[in-house]
């Protein structure tokens, strides 16, 4: 199912700095007034960090902060977690769209997901959030069978 909402270029673009250069710690997208694309509404830069999984985190709540519990949105940010041989780090899509949210802007979203999240070559892991316990990181982690210890 498709919207006919395209996705700006400027996504691709902050995408591919995200992914190549490693000095953001997250994008957000979401959609324009007119609803016609999919726009970055934000990038945040990665704050310095040590080399703890902790630090490395420390931006996940900055990011759940831009996620309002009345409007969509989508994100692209990595997730940082241990495995038995060692650290990893996966990059997720998080499609944001709460209950609260009206169902013209939640419908809108999700015929317009695949376009946005085609573009963004490579990411390959999605989470789908409805509320905010949806996002805890360590649930986040969890399905990558790893921990935050």
């Given at each position: 199912?498709?919207?006919?909402v395209?996705?700006?270029?400027?996504?691709?673009s902050?995408?591919?700095?995200?992914?190549?250069?490693?000095?953001?710690?997250?994008?957000?997208?979401g959609f324009?007034?007119?609803?016609?694309?999919?726009?970055?509404?934000?990038?945040?830069?990665?704050?310095a960090?040590?080399?703890s999984?902790?630090?490395?985190?420390?931006?996940?709540?900055d990011?759940i902060?831009q996620f309002?519990?009345?409007?969509v949105?989508y994100?692209?940010?990595?997730v940082?977690?241990?495995?038995?041989?060692?650290q990893?780090?996966e990059?997720?899509?998080?499609?944001?769209?709460p209950e609260?949210?009206?169902?013209?802007?939640r419908?809108?979203?999700?015929?317009s997901k695949?376009?946005?999240?085609n573009?963004?070559?490579g990411?390959?892991t999605?989470?789908?959030?409805?509320?905010?316990?949806?996002?805890d990181?360590k649930?986040?982690?969890?399905k990558?069978?790893g921990?935050?210890?």
């Amino acid at each position: 199912m498709s919207s006919g909402v395209k996705v700006d270029s400027e996504c691709v673009s902050a995408y591919n700095e995200f992914k190549l250069k490693k000095n953001t710690a997250f994008i957000v997208f979401g959609f324009n007034k007119e609803l016609t694309k999919i726009v970055v509404l934000d990038k945040v830069a990665k704050a310095a960090s040590d080399d703890s999984l902790k630090s490395k985190n420390a931006q996940w709540d900055d990011l759940i902060a831009q996620f309002p519990n009345d409007d969509v949105r989508y994100a692209v940010a990595d997730v940082h977690y241990n495995l038995a041989d060692g650290q990893r780090t996966e990059m997720v899509f998080l499609s944001w769209a709460p209950e609260t949210a009206s169902v013209k802007r939640r419908m809108l979203m999700a015929s317009s997901k695949d376009a946005l999240k085609n573009t963004l070559v490579g990411c390959k892991t999605s989470i789908q959030a409805c509320c905010y316990p949806d996002l805890d990181l360590k649930g986040v982690v969890e399905k990558f069978k790893g921990t935050l210890d």
